[in-house]
Nanobody
């Protein structure tokens, strides 16, 4: 069983930074690709970034490219999302998810965390 748990959300001013963490239980973390998604009020869940099992391949949504960085530490069973130059439109609940191979669609992910709130004030 794989259970992601997100942390690191909060309130930040526009232009600021936050780092989200996602700790994953289970001994097979290094076998899984990991993804970050977000959902703003009244909107569908959208893809943010994904990373393969080794960290060698990463993909980003156009809206965050150049501002967000996804990374992982397989020795700590943790995936990170460094968010810089935050904008009010980045405000959302951010979710961490796991699946065997890298993917961009939320429906392809098997395991989900409960989410962490990020609010960017203008």
């Amino acid at each position: 069983q794989v259970q992601p748990v997100e942390s690191g959300g909060g309130l930040v001013q526009a232009g600021g930074s936050l780092r989200l963490s996602c700790a994953v239980s289970g001994r097979t973390f290094s076998s899984y690709a990991m993804g970050w998604f977000r959902q703003a009020p009244g909107k569908e869940r959208e893809f943010v970034a994904t990373i393969d099992w080794s960290g060698g391949t990463t993909l980003y949504a156009d809206s965050v490219k150049g501002r967000f960085t996804i990374s992982r530490d397989n020795t700590k069973n943790t995936v990170y999302l460094q968010m810089n130059s935050l904008k009010p439109e980045d405000t959302a609940v951010y979710y961490c998810a796991a699946r065997i191979t890298i993917a961009l669609r939320a429906l392809d992910y098997e395991y989900w965390g409960q989410g962490t709130h990020v609010t960017v004030s203008s």
